[in-house]
């Protein structure tokens, strides 16, 4: 097992990580897009993720060319840059929502550039930041962007694809902070109707690589299917079916579901 630069100790994320393994839990981290489906419902969510069982969440920055995610986050990053969200506007949103929880704040790379790495690093942390992930930015890509960002003491969360091969896994999760986020399929975001069933394969393989903790995320849209990927890895990543909730009927439904959530992946496993 390598070391990594981010303990399982450091840091607000380290310290919700250590109390979940504490307990005997699994993390239940939804993502959200920054403004969708307006800034009060964004909020709004913010400051009820926590009563609703969330331990950690992704607060997506909408940009205009989300290639990674599939259609419902593609289609709140539009509504939410429609309506008028910026980087520096979902920064303030974070702010004003003084949610309890550590928040990850999602980017693709272009808003980060465009504001200057460590100018963005240093008001995501103002803001309340616990953590960055650039989608877009593959590890060693562009030392001079990662330093910036590491630089301001943020964690910085990489990604590890179904298609990284154990060699480049041994780098990603030597490199992570916070935790490493494994993505369950191939493809862009969005509902799947099962676990894949190599996943098991790839979380223990992304453990013989660190001592961080493993989230996995990309299709998980059921109480079901969080139950499943939570006995497997310390997190459990929501996404579309989130954002598809938040979009129906503001934050008051995506909470309440989040709650289902929580109660499934904490259920024993004769009763999940």
Do not use: K
């Not at 704040?105 to 690093?121: C, Q």
């Not at 499943?228 to 938040?246: I, M, P, Y």
Request: charged share 15%.
């Amino acid at each position: 097992m390598s070391g990594s630069p981010t303990t399982s100790s450091d840091g607000r994320l380290g310290q919700r990580w250590a109390a979940l393994r504490a307990a005997g839990r699994a993390a239940l981290i939804p993502y959200v897009t920054a403004g969708y489906p307006d800034a009060g419902a964004t909020a709004a969510f913010l400051r009820g993720a926590e009563r609703a069982g969330a331990d950690v969440v992704e607060l997506g920055i909408p940009w205009s060319d989300p290639v990674a995610d599939g259609p419902v986050i593609q289609a709140s990053t539009h509504a939410a840059l429609e309506g008028g969200m910026t980087l520096s506007r979902a920064l303030a949103l974070l702010a004003e929502a003084r949610t309890g929880l550590p928040v990850v704040v999602f980017s693709y790379l272009n808003p980060i550039l465009a504001d200057g790495p460590a100018r963005f690093a240093r008001a995501a942390r103002a803001a309340g930041a616990a953590g960055v992930l650039a989608v877009d930015l593959p590890v060693d890509s562009d030392p001079a962007v990662e330093g910036a960002l590491r630089s301001s003491g943020l964690p910085l969360v990489r990604l590890a694809a179904p298609t990284t091969t154990p060699q480049r896994l041994r780098r990603i999760a030597a490199v992570s902070e916070g935790f490493l986020y494994l993505l369950a399929r191939v493809g862009v975001t969005g509902a799947s109707a099962t676990v894949p069933g190599e996943l098991a394969a790839r979380v223990a393989a992304a453990r013989a690589c660190t001592n961080l903790p493993i989230a996995v995320g990309f299709g998980i849209s059921s109480a079901a299917q969080a139950a499943d990927v939570a006995r497997l890895a310390d997190g459990v990543v929501v996404g579309s079916a989130v954002v598809e909730r938040l979009g129906q009927g503001g934050a008051e439904p995506a909470l309440r579901w989040l709650a289902e959530l929580r109660t499934a992946m904490d259920a024993p496993r004769s009763a999940a």
